[in-house]
Structures are given as structure tokens and as C-alpha cells.
């Protein structure tokens, strides 16, 4: 049979066939050319309604590599952006640093959820720069400022392994 993979997840999904019919796939049936991905066209063999083999093609397994490793690549520049965000309590140039990339780099995402991390740390700095703006008069006059500069740095790394953990998973930041 010919069909189509409409859902995959974890390695279990579902073919549909050009009939409209679907059957369960799980890991085990892969028989040639890897592993399948949303919306290849696919052969297999259907036994107690379930696929029994299935065979990607080489053409389709390749572009499924493929878009897995560009993910991969476009995820490292905001992991490296949290990571100039979290260690800005040492070097507090590294936060300039990283909005000054996820202004450059909102638009390129090939994914929406990418786009929505560029947001979301432009919006966090842009959230912290006045709670430090307003530290440092209150560190001179007043004493509380050291407080207040370390409770920001603490918000922020708090946010940042928030965001990290929503780009680990692939999944836009809420």
C-alpha cells in the first residue's frame, strides 16, 4: 500500500492511505531508508490493522535528516543568547549582547516556536533594563540597590532555564 505518515510522535504515529483509511504505526516496522517524518509518502504492509513494514524512501528519509539537523543548528544561537542572559551577573555586557543577536536573528527561524524565543528574550530584557537602571541610583543613596540588582539577576536566570527548557523541548516559550 501507499499512504502518508500524518502523525509521529515518539516513534508511534499514524498512516493514512490514499483511500482515507489509517493504520497505527510504531518504531519496530521501519524497514529501509530511516526513520519516517510528518507528511512523507510511504509504502508499507498492513497485518491485523496495524502496519506490519514500512518503507520510507531514500529521497524522503534524507530530507527528514536534513530538517532534524537545521533545527538543531537554529537552536544553538538562543542557547547561546540564555547563556549571555545567565551570565550577565559576571559580565553584564553579555546581555547587550545577546538582545543585540535576537534582534538580528527574529526573523531567520524556520520554525514559529524559534520565533517565539527571540521574543520572549527580547522582552525579558527589555523587562530587566529599568529594575537595573533604577538599582543603581538606590545603591548610592539608600543601600537597597545591591538587593535589588541581585533579586533581578535571580529573576533572570529563573527565566532563561525557563525558556532553555521550552527550546530543549521544541516548543514555543508561554
Not at 47 to 76: D, K
Not at 77 to 98: E, K, Q
Not at 146 to 162: D, E, F, M, R
Request: net charge positive.
Amino acid at each position: 500500500m501507499k499512504g502518508i505518515v500524518v502523525r509521529l510522535m515518539a516513534g508511534e504515529g499514524i498512516v493514512r492511505t490514499t483511500e482515507g483509511t489509517c493504520y497505527r504505526l510504531s518504531p519496530v516496522v521501519w524497514r529501509r531508508g530511516g526513520e519516517p517524518d510528518v507528511g512523507d509518502t510511504v509504502r508499507f504492509t498492513v497485518i491485523g490493522g496495524a502496519v506490519a513494514e514500512l518503507r520510507v524512501p531514500l529521497v524522503a528519509a534524507r530530507r527528514g535528516q536534513l530538517r532534524r539537523l537545521l533545527v538543531q543548528v537554529e537552536t544553538r544561537l538562543p542557547t547561546m543568547i540564555y547563556g549571555c542572559y545567565a551570565t550577565a551577573f559576571l559580565y553584564g555586557i553579555t546581555m547587550v549582547m545577546g538582545v543585540i543577536a535576537a534582534y538580528s536573528y527574529r526573523d531567520s527561524g524556520s520554525e514559529p516556536w524559534l520565533e517565539s524565543h527571540y521574543t520572549y528574550q527580547i522582552r525579558l530584557f527589555w523587562k530587566t533594563l529599568p529594575l537595573f537602571l533604577a538599582a543603581v541610583p538606590l545603591t548610592f543613596y539608600y543601600r537597597t540597590g545591591t538587593a535589588i540588582v541581585l533579586l533581578t539577576y535571580l529573576w533572570v536566570i529563573l527565566k532563561s532555564l525557563k525558556g532553555w527548557r521550552c527550546l530543549v523541548e521544541r516548543r514555543p516559550v508561554s
